[in-house]
């Protein structure tokens, strides 16, 4: 298990991205990545409740300077490794390595967390991501202000938005 904590808490802006933008940059880039026809569907999860996969993999990206933020990425490990053998036109999921499967996640989370950087106040940089096999925890200076819970092909994926302040 990992732990993430990046800021510096003296200067804490706590303004959190909408929800609807964060659910909106989620399904654009998941689509733009693999297709129309792969939406995603939103699954109704209690607030506060883990992520629920028996496996997963995880990043993380951190914004700093006029917003600071991380945005989280949580996928079941079948469904990333399904993720990343599109991603990287590798033919068979059982092709898909470890590797693979870090770069790919890294990706989304970059993907996801430039996005939602974008819409926040600025100028701010976003950091490389950090990936992780199995679930990230976060220190207690932070706290999730945004959460979107979906699926695709039966999976959990979540995308976590946290700020600074416990």
């Given at each position: ?29 998941w689509m733009a990545l693999l297709g129309e026809g792969e939406a995603l569907v939103t699954r109704p999860v209690p607030a506060g409740s883990p ?116």
């Open positions: 298990m990992n732990v993430l904590s990046f800021f510096d808490p003296s200067a804490a802006d706590v303004e959190a991205p909408d929800l609807d933008d964060v659910r909106s940059v989620t399904e654009d880039m992520f629920d996969a028996a496996g997963a993999w995880s990043a993380a990206v951190t914004v700093t300077g006029g917003w600071q933020g991380v945005v989280t990425l949580e996928l079941d490990e079948a469904i990333a490794r399904e993720v990343t053998a599109r991603m990287l036109a590798i033919p068979s999921v059982h092709d898909v390595h470890d590797g693979d499967v870090a770069d790919a996640v890294g990706e989304l989370v970059n993907m996801v967390g430039g996005s939602i950087k974008s819409l926040m106040p600025g100028p701010s940089t976003l950091s490389l991501p950090s990936v992780a096999a199995g679930r990230a925890a976060f220190a207690s200076d932070v706290r999730e202000v945004c959460r979107v819970d979906v699926a695709w092909h039966d999976g959990p994926v979540r995308v976590c938005v946290h700020v600074p302040g416990a």
